[in-house]
């Protein structure tokens, strides 16, 4: 099994900031590309950012100059730190993991449990 294990949500005024975690841990070969995606109540879940195996970052253009995500490989962690923090961002961020659990094995996607987000005064 592969498990994701999030953290570091919560409620922040507007203007603060944040840093996401989202560790992969239990049975897997490798990492591929990792990500964090967020869903706002009555909104489609939607993309955050990205970040492959070459370091490469795919931002949603509502977050770009604002988040950066980064990515540990010594400890399969990836972050995201958010900065500048807006009311619509408030959503639970859920962290994708591309993985594959064996040599050879086609890759899976792989989802964490998610973390609230709340920008409030």
């Known amino acids: 099994q592969v498990q994701l294990v999030e953290s570091g949500g919560g409620l922040v005024p507007p203007g603060g900031s944040l840093r996401l975690s989202c560790a992969a841990s239990?049975?897997?070969?490798?990492?591929?590309?990792m990500g964090w995606y967020r869903q706002a109540p009555g909104k489609q879940r939607e993309l955050v950012a990205t970040?492959?195996?070459?370091?490469?970052?795919n931002y949603a253009d509502s977050v770009k100059g604002r988040f950066t995500i980064s990515r540990d490989y010594v400890k399969n962690t990836v972050y995201l730190q958010m900065n500048s923090l807006k009311p619509e961002d408030t959503a639970v961020y859920y962290c994708?993991?591309?993985?594959?659990?064996?040599?050879?094995?086609?890759?899976?996607?792989?989802w964490g449990q998610g973390t609230q987000v709340t920008v409030s005064s």
């Open positions: 994708s993991v591309h993985a594959s659990r064996r040599p050879g094995e086609l890759v899976t996607v792989y």
């Open positions: 970040i492959t195996t070459s370091s490469n970052t």
């Open positions: 239990g049975s897997f070969f490798s990492i591929y590309t």
